[in-house]
């Protein structure tokens, strides 16, 4: 029931043809695949952030822990 038969999707292309003509088929595909690695890319580059992200925290913290050091070490001790 779930799957797509020869005969389903002979009908579907024939729908695409009857709606979108031969000359308009090509484009469709074009413009489809454009999508899809926008998309795609879309992904990669969210992917790409979240691994770098941890990283650049990592070093924001690590930085502000030197500053903290430094700045006690700079104030005199009031003994």
Same mark, same amino acid.
Not at 25 to 49: C, V
């Given at each position: *029931? !779930?799957?797509?038969? $020869?005969? @389903? $999707? +002979? +009908?579907? =292309? $024939?729908? &695409?043809?009857?709606? &979108?003509? #031969?000359?308009?088929?090509?484009? +469709? !595909?074009?413009? +489809? !695949? %454009?999508?899809?690695?926008? &998309?795609?890319?879309? $992904?990669?580059?969210?992917? =790409?952030?979240?691994? /770098? =992200? #941890?990283?650049? /925290?990592? @070093? %924001?913290?690590?930085?502000?822990?030197? *500053?903290? %050091?430094?700045?006690?070490?700079?104030? #005199? @001790?009031?003994?």
């Amino acid at each position: *029931m !779930g799957s797509l038969s $020869l005969t @389903h $999707l +002979l +009908l579907i =292309a $024939l729908v &695409f043809l009857v709606f &979108f003509g #031969p000359s308009k088929l090509p484009q +469709l !595909g074009s413009s +489809l !695949g %454009q999508a899809i690695r926008g &998309f795609k890319k879309g $992904l990669n580059e969210i992917d =790409a952030d979240e691994k /770098v =992200a #941890p990283q650049q /925290v990592s @070093h %924001q913290q690590n930085h502000g822990q030197q *500053m903290n %050091q430094t700045q006690t070490n700079k104030e #005199p @001790h009031n003994s």
